[in-house]
């Protein structure tokens, strides 16, 4: 009884184990980050103007107006003996491709509403875009400001940046960049930035993003000011169809002023047929609310050339087929043995004999 036991237990842990192998499950490892940042070896802080509209902000956010110019400064204090030396550049601000307010990219693609972005009205004297420091002294930045002459709407907005200076060998290899970020803003009617940015879709296309098979939604923020609180939720459908394919919703995304980006809805690793299809799409941002019903066609030769390079593709073994198709056969055949086994009647050694 003892030993029907077991074997009918070893017997389940065997079928588990051929389900598990039949139906794998891929787990994504979680790289966990080290608590403690790294020492960059100096801070920094800034030293706010008369013409600062909030200041309890310790970012730069400046009434001006057409043709003022001024200087504010910044201060780069050493925290250790060693010398560091940091390197200070003026960024444009934009909307990266997880809706995000995106300061660190040197040298973005703007929007075509951005005629006068901030790098054109704020900059810094060639001789402390590099400053080294050491022994725990600060040195003090002056950052320009010259506003043109032609008055602007709603807000400029941009950030300083500061980087520890990457050696030669560096450069050439992948090197992580440790560093801060003061936020800078400009603005002449002196109203809130985060009221009145637009939503405009642009277009709608499949293509390869990261090595994916997607479909983008291209939006534009045309005003100059930040579009807060948005969410998307978009579903692809076949033309004239009510079958959503795919689907994405996203929430709490920003956008800049004057900036784009594409929302993007995962197609997965399936191969993408060519066709005609629909892109829903509802979004909304602080009492606005959008709605499109985008059609578009994935000709064949782009689909063709999608499927193609993606990097991601569903791209299995041929004698996998083989190996599943055995596991299942086995697992069924295992399977039917124990419900079997289960019904068959046991008869005890100490049952009464009939009588005659």
Same mark, same amino acid.
């Given at each position: &009884?003892?030993?029907?036991k077991?074997?009918?237990g070893?017997?389940?842990s065997?079928c588990?184990?051929?389900?598990?192998?039949?139906?794998p499950?891929?787990?994504?490892?979680?790289v966990?980050?080290?608590?403690?940042q790294?020492?960059?070896?100096?801070?920094v802080?800034?030293?706010l103007?008369?013409?600062?509209?909030?200041?309890?902000?310790?970012y730069?956010?400046?009434?001006?107006?057409?043709?003022? #110019?001024q200087?504010?400064?910044?201060?780069?204090?050493?925290?250790?003996?060693?010398?560091?030396t940091?390197?200070?550049?003026?960024?444009?601000?934009?909307?990266?491709?997880?809706? *995000?307010?995106?300061?660190?990219?040197?040298n973005?693609?703007?929007d075509?509403?951005?005629?006068?972005? !901030?790098t054109?009205?704020?900059?810094?004297?060639?001789e402390?875009?590099?400053?080294?420091? #050491?022994?725990? *002294? %600060?040195k003090?930045?002056p950052?320009?400001v010259?506003?043109?002459?032609?008055?602007f709407?709603?807000i400029?907005?941009?950030?300083?940046?500061?980087s520890?200076?990457l050696?030669? #060998?560096?450069?050439?290899?992948?090197?992580?960049?440790y560093?801060?970020t003061? $936020?800078?803003?400009?603005?002449e009617?002196n109203?809130?930035?985060?009221?009145?940015?637009?939503?405009?879709?642009?277009?709608?296309?499949?293509?390869?993003d990261h090595? $994916?098979?997607?479909?983008?939604?291209?939006f534009?923020?045309?005003n100059?000011?930040?579009?807060? $609180?948005l969410?998307i939720?978009?579903?692809?459908t076949?033309?004239?169809?009510?079958?959503?394919?795919?689907?994405?919703?996203?929430?709490? &995304?920003?956008?800049?002023p004057? $900036?784009r980006?594409?929302?993007?809805?995962?197609?997965g690793?399936?191969?993408?047929?060519?066709g005609?299809?629909?892109l829903?799409?509802?979004?909304?941002?602080k009492?606005? *609310?959008?709605?499109w019903?985008?059609?578009? #066609?994935?000709?064949?030769?782009?689909?063709?050339?999608i499927?193609r390079?993606?990097?991601?593709k !569903?791209?299995l073994?041929?004698y996998?087929?083989?190996?599943?198709?055995l596991? &299942?056969? !086995?697992?069924?055949? &295992?399977?039917?043995? !124990?419900?079997?086994?289960?019904?068959?009647p046991?008869? %005890?050694?100490n049952?009464?004999r009939r009588?005659?």
């Open positions: &009884m003892r030993n029907s077991k074997r009918k070893w017997l389940y065997l588990i184990w051929l389900v598990m192998g039949v139906y499950v891929m787990s994504s490892q979680r966990l980050a080290d608590d403690t790294k020492n960059v070896g100096f801070t802080s800034t030293e103007p008369e013409n600062q509209l909030d200041p309890s902000k310790t730069f956010y400046l009434s001006v107006r057409p043709n003022q #110019e200087d504010v400064y910044v201060i780069v204090q050493s925290i250790r003996k060693e010398p560091v940091v390197q200070l550049r003026i960024n444009n601000t934009v909307t990266n491709s997880q809706g *995000e307010l995106e300061n660190g990219q040197e973005p693609v703007l075509t509403s951005l005629k006068v972005p !901030l054109d009205i704020v900059t810094i004297p060639e402390f875009q590099t400053v080294t420091v #050491e022994n725990f *002294e %600060s003090r930045v950052i320009h010259k506003v043109p002459e032609e008055p709407d709603g400029k907005l941009g950030a300083i940046r500061y520890v200076a050696t030669e #060998e560096e450069k050439k290899g992948i090197s992580n960049t560093g801060y003061t $936020s800078f803003i400009l603005t009617d109203e809130y930035y985060n009221t009145g940015g637009d939503l405009v879709l642009k277009q709608v296309e499949a293509k390869i090595g $994916s098979k997607v479909v983008a939604a291209t534009q923020n045309p100059p000011k930040v579009l807060d $609180s969410s939720a978009t579903e692809l076949r033309k004239g169809e009510k079958d959503v394919l795919k689907r994405k919703k996203v929430d709490n &995304m920003r956008m800049a004057n $900036s980006f594409d929302f993007i809805t995962p197609w690793v399936d191969e993408l047929p060519s005609h299809y629909t829903h799409i509802r979004a909304r941002a009492g606005y *609310e959008w709605k019903d985008e059609s578009f #066609e994935v000709p064949e030769s782009v689909a063709k050339k499927n390079d993606a990097a991601y !569903l791209v073994p041929r996998t087929d083989y190996i599943g198709g596991l &299942m056969i !086995l697992t069924i055949v &295992m399977m039917i043995y !124990l419900l079997n086994q289960q019904k068959t046991k008869h %005890s050694g049952s009464r009588r005659s």
